[in-house]
T-cell receptor, first 109, second 114 residues
Framework: GQNIDQPTEMTATEGAIVQINCTYQTSGFNGLFWYQQHAGEAPTFLSYNVLDGLEEKGRFSSFLSRSKGYSYLLLKELQMKDSASYLCAARDSNYQLIWGAGTKLIIKP | IAGITQAPTSQILAAGRRMTLRCTQDMRHNAMYWYRQDLGLGLRLIHYSNTAGTTGKGEVPDGYSVSRANTDDFPLTLASAVPSQTSVYFC?????????????FGAGSRLTVL
């Protein structure tokens, strides 16, 4: 079966760094996405990885290892507004997205 | 402002009633999707459309139907609502279904079936 695993909840301190891990099992692989979703709002796109390695975009970076079926999202210089759920999604051979349940990130002052 | 409009924002519905959730996009995106989001679960795809005039079934299509008569509109219909269809429904669109197809989501429709 197809499956995405990510931690349910994480807590971090304002100004610190946090890494949110995601492991995936899909029928074929055509890319890994990260989305941010604030409570009561729609998900918004953060990053896309299709090749192994690190993609950096400002305070956010995303890493992919296809051989390990593993990705992480790295958030630096955490701000209170980063409190949100972070959704990992892998695209399978049929170009359908398989979504994780999301990681709720709580930022404490 | 370019984006996706969903209606209604929220609705309480009696079991057995018919309900249509509306979704309109003004970005001229080819692909559109309907997801449901339930606590503790990932987004689950209900139906999708890769281009106007075509539709496909997602992971959880039973009890739902869609149509794609034109590029902009993608309504989702519950023919006879049941309590298990209580959820938050998100419509999304993307320029294409392959490549780095970034999804743009609507604000969601919260549906409660009693």
């Amino acid at each position: 079966g197809q499956n995405i695993d990510q931690p349910t909840e994480m807590t971090a301190t304002e100004g610190a760094i946090v890494q949110i891990n995601c492991t995936y099992q899909t029928s074929g692989f055509n890319g890994l996405f990260w989305y941010q979703q604030h409570a009561g709002e729609a998900p918004t796109f953060l990053s896309y990885n299709v090749l192994d390695g690190l993609e950096e975009k400002g305070r956010f970076s995303s890493f992919l290892s296809r051989s390990k079926g593993y990705s992480y999202l790295l958030l630096k210089e955490l701000q209170m507004k980063d409190s949100a759920s972070y959704l990992c999604a892998a695209r399978d051979s049929n170009y359908q997205l398989i979504w994780g349940a999301g990681t709720k990130l709580i930022i404490k002052p | 402002i370019a984006g996706i409009t969903q209606a209604p924002t929220s609705q309480i519905l009696a079991a057995g009633r018919r309900m249509t959730l509306r979704c309109t996009q003004d970005m001229r995106h080819n692909a559109m999707y309907w997801y449901r989001q339930d606590l503790g679960l990932g987004l689950r795809l209900i139906h999708y459309s890769n281009t106007a005039g075509t539709t496909g079934k997602g992971e959880v299509p039973d009890g739902y139907s869609v149509s794609r008569a034109n590029t902009d509109d993608f309504p989702l219909t519950l023919a006879s609502a049941v309590p298990s269809q209580t959820s938050v429904y998100f419509c999304a669109s993307s320029d294409t279904y392959s490549g780095a197809n970034v999804l743009t989501f609507g604000a969601g429709s919260r549906l409660t079936v009693l």
